[in-house]
């Protein structure tokens, strides 16, 4: 199984502020759930619980929530005490791709411990000076840039931005 992450970043790498996101972009958020529509998610506790009551869980996916809470329960979700634990649990399901999409923990730690072969990461052409939340990729030689699509501001998304896949060489 293929082990991907999402994430939407500002050019000073801000991802949230105060366990929320930092801009409302509709086409960015269209292209999150097209991306992982029919798919397993694996979340920390905290992304989860930011996520407005009425869209929890996710529709259309499997929910796999990563808390250090021994009996933490969310309904209609799949609960894991360790990305790993995550992992095995989204390979039981038979998919070819499962993703990682946040928050910051646990994004630096499939970093880390390098369990993604395929980054999908939405530059969003701001920098967010007072966020609390980072996320830091530069590709090296062992990541290929397999897309790059540009997607110019408008009167309902704010900034620019731009889709990139990046997939692990070998």
């Given amino acids: 199984m293929k082990v ?3 994430v939407a970043v500002a050019c000073n790498g801000a991802i949230g502020k105060n366990n929320q996101l930092l ?6 958020m269209k292209y999150f759930k097209n991306t992982t529509r029919g798919h397993t998610v ?4 905290k992304n989860y619980e930011s996520i407005p009551s009425k869209f929890r869980p ?3 996916r499997t929910n796999i929530i990563l808390t250090r ?7 209609s979700c799949l609960v894991a005490n360790s990305l790993r634990e995550a ?3 989204a390979e039981q399901r038979n998919e070819a791709e499962c993703f990682i999409i946040g928050g910051g923990e646990v994004y630096k730690e499939a970093l880390e411990k390098k369990v993604c072969t395929k980054l999908y990461i939405t530059y969003v052409e701001t920098e967010i000076l007072d966020a ?3 996320f830091y ?3 090296d030689a062992t990541w290929k840039k397999t897309k790059d699509e540009k997607v110019d501001a408008d009167e309902k998304n704010q900034f620019n931005m731009r889709f990139c896949v990046f997939e692990k060489i070998g």
């Fill in 4 to 6: 991907s992450l999402i």
């Fill in 58 to 60: 996710l529709p259309e």
């Fill in 137 to 139: 990729f530069s590709p």
């Fill in 87 to 89: 992992i095995h649990l």
């Fill in 42 to 45: 694996i979340m920390g506790r």
């Fill in 69 to 75: 809470k021994p009996h933490y329960v969310a309904d």
């Fill in 23 to 28: 801009w409302h972009l509709p086409v960015d």
């Fill in 132 to 134: 609390d939340t980072f």
